[in-house]
């Protein structure tokens, strides 16, 4: 099962996509690539929104995919979160709720700053409360700061625009190999099809290496509750807040 384990997709959700327009179009191309499923990951910013707010417009996205869209004919998309990592967000009420649907598995994304000592705790505290952290796009940082934290038991995942010619290209790949690497991404953001070609070529330059990827990613994702259900029913989620 090929998934895409990082995408932007949900209706005014956030800068991702703009309209239920858009989010059809971008399923439609994330089908027409072979993908068969992808995790919806909408930017949560503690800082900036409650979980309760985000979850509300979160629901909102949902609602208007399950009215508007033809999901029988697009890719499965189980809900999620792109969580930005600030210090003490392994104390935040309600975390669990960020996590993929019906898992236990959390995107993180860390700043594009230096990495302090409590950043690096806080990414441990949210381990240690029971859920799976996954770093999101850790290409996009330097590996001195992630392998760490990897080392932790920490899991990672990987945009596909790491598969360009770029620098540690090798070092993901023994990273997927030593099963720290769990999951690859789109990060798509609107519907652009150079954008997603990306993935395209990542798939084919990774092949069987790939593969196994997928198989993790499906593993973690086994008890996901998706948007809607494989045999056509329409899924409601349900989130505490």
């Given amino acids: 099962m090929v998934i895409d384990f990082h995408a932007h997709i949900l209706p005014r959700c956030d800068h991702g996509c703009h309209s239920s327009a858009m989010a059809q179009e971008q399923l439609r191309l994330i089908k027409d690539a072979?993908?068969?499923a992808v995790v919806a990951t909408p930017h949560f910013y503690p800082n900036e929104d409650s979980i309760a707010s985000f979850l509300a417009g979160r629901?909102?996205?949902?609602?208007?995919?399950?009215?508007?869209?033809?999901?029988?004919?697009?890719?499965?998309?189980?809900?999620?979160?792109?969580?930005?990592?600030?210090?003490g967000l392994h104390k935040m009420k309600d975390l669990e709720s960020l996590a993929v649907s019906g898992t236990n598995v959390i995107l993180l994304e860390m700043p594009f700053r230096r990495w302090s000592e409590a950043l690096i705790n806080t990414v441990l505290g949210v381990k240690a409360r029971g859920l799976v952290p996954v770093l999101a796009h850790i290409n996009?940082?330097?590996?001195?700061n992630v392998e760490p934290l990897l080392d932790k038991g920490v899991l990672a995942q990987v945009n596909a625009e790491a598969f360009a010619p770029f620098k540690n290209f090798k070092r993901y790949v023994e990273l997927m190999r030593e099963g720290k690497v769990v999951a690859l991404g789109s990060d798509l953001h609107e519907a652009k099809r150079a954008d997603y070609k990306r993935f395209l070529h990542m798939k084919k330059k990774l092949g069987a290496v790939a593969d196994a990827v997928?198989?993790?990613t499906e593993a973690l994702l086994k008890n996901a509750t998706p948007l809607y259900q494989p045999n056509g029913d329409k899924a409601k989620q349900t989130q505490s807040v």
């Fill in 59 to 87: 629901e909102g996205a949902l609602d208007a995919m399950r009215e508007k869209l033809s999901l029988q004919e697009l890719p499965i998309v189980y809900p999620a979160a792109e969580v930005l990592v600030c210090e």
């Fill in 214 to 216: 997928f198989a993790k």
């Fill in 34 to 36: 072979g993908t068969d």
């Fill in 140 to 144: 996009r940082y330097d590996l001195e």
